[in-house]
């Protein structure tokens, strides 16, 4: 099992989102395949939960999901080398750990 990302990939994924961000074109289409991607868990969150895909609740906790994931990948300069693996994943399940805690600050 693979418990990380070698800097390659990590690379291409940075590259990507980089794209993302400063191309209009790219930017609008990984918007719409974000929307779809929440959409897609949205609908995976109410079939386990027994609510509606449109439920503010279910919504809601996707989207925290998310921010979670957007806010801790962000800057992506940051992730390089032994940082990549061993801060990227250890941040992510810290930040989903607060959401499944009721975020207490």
Do not use: C
């Amino acid at each position: 099992m693979q418990t990380g990302m070698d800097q390659d990939r990590w690379e291409k994924i940075r590259q990507s989102s980089e794209l993302a961000v400063t191309n209009p074109e790219v930017r609008a289409r990984a918007l719409d395949d974000f929307s779809r991607t929440i959409a897609m868990m949205a609908e995976a969150m109410a079939k386990h939960t027994g609510r509606n895909p449109d439920d503010v609740a279910v919504r809601a906790v996707v989207g925290a999901i998310f921010g979670v994931i957007i806010s801790v990948t962000m800057p992506w300069e940051d992730y390089t080398g032994e940082r990549l693996n061993a801060d990227l994943f250890r941040l992510l399940d810290g930040g989903l750990a607060e959401l499944e805690n009721g975020l207490w600050l």
